[in-house]
């Protein structure tokens, strides 16, 4: 953002739309030609294609207000933040209007701004990070209305469980 470089980004808060709110514990799982995929369609949404403060949210799925949050070209916002979602077979096609979406809102030059990435074909026991987003332009004015890849890039690392640790317990 050459024309921003000395205007500050105020991340007011980051939250999830249009997630999948059910998910069974039995199997509905389908292998084919080596993918795997999901059968069920969620009946529960949160957030569905409504913007924050419209929505549902409980705080899994909500950062809630950032005071502190702040980035420019010259420092960068690097705290973590974690949501937790069930998994979302139904957002893997690009027309699909229930893909599973993080937006970020941004307060720059007093005027709110919508980053949303879409997180596509969520699946169970699975992580996804996002890191080194890079804001590049002015985001959109709604966070149902994509932005370009040339406005703001982002990668979305999907890591599977670790195994966790084996203990005794004694009650």
């Given amino acids: 953002m050459s024309q921003y470089e000395?205007?500050?980004?105020h991340i007011k808060r980051m939250y999830i739309m249009n997630a999948a709110g059910d998910f069974p514990y039995g199997d509905t799982r389908y292998e084919t030609g080596g993918k795997t995929g999901s059968t069920y369609a969620p009946k529960k949404w949160y957030n569905l294609t409504k913007p924050q403060e419209e929505g549902d949210l409980p705080s899994f799925l909500n950062s809630g207000e950032l005071s502190d949050a702040v980035a420019s070209s010259k420092l960068s916002y690097e705290k973590s933040h974690y949501f937790y979602c069930y998994p979302n077979p139904t957002g893997t096609a690009s027309s699909d209007a229930h893909v599973t979406r993080l937006v970020i809102e941004a307060l720059i030059n007093d005027n709110i701004y919508?980053?949303?990435l879409d997180i596509k074909g969520i699946e169970n026991n699975h992580t996804y990070n996002i890191n080194e987003l890079v804001i590049t332009r002015l985001g959109?004015?709604?966070p149902e209305i994509p932005v370009s890849y040339s406005q703001v890039t982002f990668t979305v690392y999907v890591n599977?469980?670790?195994d966790g640790s084996d203990e005794?317990?004694?009650i």
Avoid: D, F, K, L
Avoid at 6 to 9: L, S, V, Y
């Fill in 6 to 9: 000395n205007t500050a980004i």
């Fill in 114 to 116: 919508y980053y949303p």
């Fill in 140 to 142: 959109s004015e709604s």
């Fill in 160 to 162: 599977g469980w670790q």
């Fill in 168 to 170: 005794s317990v004694t």
